[in-house]
């Protein structure tokens, strides 16, 4: 059973940076592809913010290109969001969500990342 668990979110002032990971447990790093993050504020459906591949290829939504920083640890079945200049806007639930070949998505419990103006 794929198990992923998000850590590093909290609460800080605009401006501020937070680094979130995410660990895989239940799967060998030979079977994890995607990795993505996402975030759903209150109200709003939830969004792809950032996507690495298993080669180490990034890409990123608009909205955080040029703060956020997708990076993974195949060691450690991980991948991290490095977020920088964080906006009150940028205030939401962030999921993790990996691509495991031949089983699919697996989703993160989710963590609460809030940014004060």
């Known amino acids: 059973q794929v198990q992923l668990v998000e850590s590093g979110g909290g609460l800080v002032q605009a401006g501020g940076s937070l680094r979130l990971s995410c660990a895989a447990s239940?799967?060998?790093?030979?079977?994890?592809?995607?990795m993505y993050w996402y975030r759903q504020s209150p109200g709003k459906q939830r969004d792809w913010i950032a996507g690495?591949?298993?080669?180490?290829?990034?890409n990123y939504a608009d909205s955080v290109k040029g703060r956020f920083t997708i990076s993974r640890d195949n060691a450690k079945n991980a991948v991290y969001l490095q977020m920088n200049s964080l906006k009150p806007d940028d205030t939401a639930v962030y999921y993790c969500?990996?691509?495991?070949?031949?089983?699919?998505?697996?989703w993160g419990q989710g963590i609460q990342v809030s940014v004060s103006s």
């Open positions: 969500k990996v691509y495991v070949s031949g089983s699919g998505d697996f």
């Open positions: 239940g799967v060998s790093f030979f079977s994890l592809n995607g």
């Open positions: 690495i591949t298993s080669g180490g290829s990034t």
